[in-house]
Nanobody, 121 residues
Framework: VQLQASGGGLVQPGGSLRLSCAAS????????VGWFRQAPGRKRQGVST????????YYSESVKGRFTISRDIAKNTVYLDMNSLKPEDTAVYYC???????????????WGQGTQVTVSS
């Protein structure tokens, strides 16, 4: 089982990025998939999650209205579209798969490596 997070980069404030979480050895459609981030010196924070049963979506207050999580079943990939990016969004972003959609880390069994997002002018 492998989750591959990609799409990070350097972007100016107000810009956009799309992160991808592609899975192998795991059918993401059956799982809740979450996006988390960790900035230097800070705890890992849940950003968004999508339910595996009904595709309900959940967001942290800090990203609500700016980020959108979605799923492409055919590509076995979950996306995080990030708009109106702010310097405080700078972090390493991780995706994870588990049985329960949550913004906490514990329910997730499978984790991908991180992708760096830097928002700076």
């Amino acid at each position: 089982v492998q989750l591959q997070a990609s799409g990070g980069g350097l972007v100016q404030p107000g810009g956009s990025l799309r992160l991808s979480c592609a899975a192998s050895g795991l059918t993401l459609d059956y799982y809740a998939v979450g996006w988390f981030r960790q900035a230097p010196g800070r705890k890992r924070q849940g950003v968004s999650t999508i339910s595996g049963t009904d595709d309900n979506t959940y967001y942290s207050e800090s990203v609500k209205g700016r980020f959108t999580i979605s799923r492409d079943i055919a590509k076995n990939t979950v996306y995080l579209d990030m708009n109106s990016l702010k310097p405080e969004d700078t972090a390493v972003y991780y995706c994870a798969a588990g049985r329960i959609p949550a913004l906490a880390s514990d329910p997730y069994n499978f984790w991908g490596q991180g992708t760096q997002v830097t928002v700076s002018s």
